[in-house]
């Protein structure tokens, strides 16, 4: 069965320290694997997708086959990045999001 | 930038009563989806949508819950005969691809549904 796991709920972390939000997944096949953010009051977006290889807001995220893992992370953490954040998997060929359920991330001032 | 639009935002309901949610998706857009999102719990699929059927749908999409594209604009969710379990943040989400072939899904808002 295809499961995303996100251990933390919520991450606190001081500005300008550095951010790692953890995603593991359980899935046979090759993944595509996703990052959505929910701002405060706002929709569900994507932030980044590991297809992509792209740096989105200072946040990147690598596949790893071996640790089944996308961590997302972000070297210094600015307080407009307070959000949710969803790690979501699809299986290749299907149409649906797997999500996890979200950490929450907290950044000090 | 065009977004997917949702009414109501908020939806109070009887125990027993018929309800639809209704949503426009991105016009271009030929993937239309429906989620859950209970409070406190994941995001969880409901269906899937393309080409006038049902694509793909969950196990807790049974026989209560069904979708239609009345229009060429507006996709509706339609439950039934509402429980109390149905509860929740309800989200649409339109797409131009497969998910599973790296196509983002662009969400709505949400209609929060309570059930009494």
């Known amino acids: 069965a295809q499961r995303v796991t996100q251990p933390e709920k919520l991450l606190s972390v001081f500005k300008g320290a550095p951010v790692e939000l953890k995603c593991n997944y359980s899935?046979?096949?090759?993944?595509?694997l996703f990052w959505y953010v929910q701002y405060s009051r706002q929709r569900l977006q994507l932030l980044l997708r590991?297809?992509s290889r792209e740096s989105i807001k200072g946040f990147t995220a690598d596949l790893n086959k071996g640790e089944t893992s996308f961590h997302l992370k972000k070297p210094f953490a600015q307080e407009e990045d307070s959000a949710m954040y969803y790690c979501a998997l699809s299986a290749s060929g299907t149409y649906k999001y797997i999500f996890g359920t979200g950490t929450r991330l907290k950044v000090l001032a | 930038e065009p977004e997917v639009t949702q009414t109501p935002s908020h939806q109070v309901t009887q125990m027993g009563q018929e309800v639809i949610l209704r949503c426009v998706p991105i016009s271009n857009h030929l993937y239309f989806y429906w989620y859950r999102q209970i409070l406190g719990q994941k995001v969880e699929f409901l269906v899937s949508?393309?080409?006038?059927?049902?694509?793909?749908k969950s196990e807790i999409f049974d026989d209560q819950f069904s979708v239609e594209r009345p229009d060429g604009s507006n996709f509706t969710l339609k439950i039934r005969s509402t429980k109390l379990e149905d509860s929740a943040m309800y989200f649409c989400?339109?797409?131009?691809?497969?998910?599973?072939?790296?196509?983002?899904?662009?969400f709505g808002p949400g209609t929060r549904l309570t059930v009494t």
């Open positions: 590991h297809i």
């Open positions: 989400a339109s797409s131009a691809g497969l998910a599973g072939d790296s196509y983002e899904q662009y």
């Open positions: 899935y046979s096949g090759s993944p595509e």
């Open positions: 949508f393309y080409n006038n059927e049902i694509s793909e």
